[in-house]
């Protein structure tokens, strides 16, 4: 196989969290060493659907979710199940953003070819902390937050690359911080670890998303900042939430005017 869009796709149908695993390396590798190239050839994507993935967890609406306490090793579990169910969704983002949007410039898709072998590798340090804490990804019910916003975005190229890195996936940039304080309280200093490797790798990944949608801006003709403002408005609405941190958005291409805007619209 030559064609990146027919890989990608491949990548993202794998149910078997293992085998996408497996696959997004083999894609990733393959890239690098200019086996794969995406082919103005390959089939037009098909519509979006379900992404690849295994029969558990179920899935439930997010305020269905339990939130449970980090004083024991079952409220440790179920958050860094939490940070892994979000890790397995950022692999097929990533992977979808290379198979669904054509005509891209090639660093575009080696960018999202390479998130995608990050999340792969984020997911695998969270499957292992989960064993060491007798669990495994599927044992805990999760959300479909992600994939929903991916499906509403799916016909344009910048809102996707407005609405899923930078806001949904940079959520992970405001939260991270308190999941770490918390758990340095109760002394789980394994978790730490890797939330730590996760949030320093999620800064690029949302840059990513910010150079793509400023390019997607540029060209056609619109106006980033007030572009930007008007998806989240329309496709947000209310569900927008804060605070930020400021210092990793910035770091991510976040501008402080944008900034300022995002926390009115989110303690409107």
Not at 38 to 63: F, K, M, T, W
Not at 81 to 100: C, P, S, T
Not at 132 to 138: D, K, P, S, T, V
Not at 141 to 155: P, R, S, Y
Request: hydrophobic content about 40%; glycine content about 6%.
């Amino acid at each position: 196989m030559t064609d990146l869009h027919a890989a990608a796709k491949r990548c993202l149908d794998a149910t078997d969290p293992v085998e996408k695993l497996r696959l997004t390396q083999a894609a990733w590798d393959a890239l690098q060493s200019g086996a794969l190239q995406p082919d103005a050839n390959s089939p037009a994507p098909e519509r979006i659907s379900a992404p690849g993935r295994p029969a558990r967890p179920h899935l439930v609406p997010q305020r269905q979710v339990p939130h449970r306490g980090l004083g024991t090793a079952e409220g440790r579990a179920a958050l860094v199940h939490a940070v892994a169910h979000i890790e397995f969704n950022a692999i097929n983002l990533a992977w979808d953003a290379v198979y669904r949007y054509r005509g891209m410039p090639s660093d575009y898709y080696r960018d999202w070819a390479s998130c995608a072998n990050d999340e792969a590798r984020h997911f695998a340090m969270l499957a292992r902390r989960l064993a060491e804490l007798g669990h495994a990804y599927g044992d805990f019910d999760a959300h479909n937050g992600l994939w929903e916003m991916a499906e509403k975005t799916a016909h344009r190229d910048t809102a996707r690359m407005a609405l899923v890195p930078r806001v949904l996936e940079a959520r992970g940039l405001d939260v991270t911080p308190g999941m770490i304080e918390r758990l340095r309280g109760v002394g789980d200093e394994s978790t730490i670890a890797i939330l730590e490797v996760i949030l320093r790798e999620e800064v690029a990944h949302v840059a990513a998303g910010t150079r793509w949608f400023k390019w997607c801006c540029e060209r056609d003709g619109v106006d980033p900042r007030e572009t930007f403002l008007d998806l989240v408005r329309d496709y947000m609405g209310r569900n927008l939430r804060g605070p930020f941190n400021r210092p990793a958005r910035l770091q991510a291409g976040f501008d402080e005017m944008e900034l300022d805007h995002l926390t009115a619209l989110a303690l409107s």
